[in-house]
């Protein structure tokens, strides 16, 4: 059993016997000796709890004459995505700016929580990449078909008519194999810095791991960054003006 953490401890006391029940419900088969509510878990609600109470500061705070450092950090985070967008999505942009500033800061505070003694990167374990992965994925697809409606359909079908019977499998295979690029990158990456970092400061705790640390936050900010920036490509492609 995985050790659990203070907090997923006291979300599986609060919670965790509704949430037992729920998953009984839902034939949904819970191992012996496992808490229902995993660290994972915790840690994203956790997130998303950081994130709300920093969005009511913010709008609570909200000045156009004399704007607090937090809320020029949030508008920087917002002008730098929604610039993004604008250059690689085009001048319909902006409607899709709130899904890719929220997905950025929810991706981006999992991969740092970790940092934090006695919190974990939940982004460091497949499930969490997988999950934003698959709303990236249904996201950009619904947004696909608001845009063009069922001619949508016709992104997959290729520009000859002729090659359709190939294009289309072909087409179905390059989306889903988006799903797993964008889980195994971000996976991948934030594993692989939470064990360096783990290694170097059980052998070495001072000095040396605080390098390693700052290469950690680098990371975080840079798996971020390309999630955000595949997610507005995929988008792009999706809701594309035909000329």
Known sequence: MHEQLWFTEILNR????AV?????RLHVHVKEGYPP????????????LVLIILFFAV?????????????????????????????IIGPHSEAYTP??????????????????????????LPIVPLGC????FCYYQAQGFKHAGVKYLAHFAGPMPLLAPLMIPIEIISHLARVLSLTIRLF?????????TLVFFSLVPIGIPILFL??????????????????????????????
Not at 133 to 136: S, W
Not at 214 to 241: C, K, M, N, P, R
């Open 133 to 136: 992965a698959i709303v990236a």
């Open 14 to 17: 609060v919670f965790g016997p």
């Open 188 to 196: 991948a990456n934030m594993f692989a810095g939470d064990m360096v």
């Open 59 to 87: 709008r609570a705070r909200l000045s156009v004459d004399k704007p607090g450092g937090l809320q020029h950090t949030f508008e920087l985070v917002h002008g730098f995505i929604e610039q993004q967008s604008l250059e």
């Open 20 to 24: 037992l029940w729920v998953l009984q």
């Open 37 to 48: 509510i995993p660290n994972s878990a915790a840690m994203e609600i956790l997130v998303c």
């Open 99 to 124: 899904f890719l500033v929220t997905l950025a800061l929810f991706i981006l505070f999992c991969n740092l929580i970790g940092v934090i003694p006695g919190f974990e990167s939940p982004t460091a």
């Open 214 to 243: 700052g290469l950690h936050l680098g990371v975080s900010f840079l798996q971020t960054y390309i999630f955000v920036l595949l997610t507005t490509v995929y988008l792009a492609g999706a809701v594309a003006e035909e000329h």
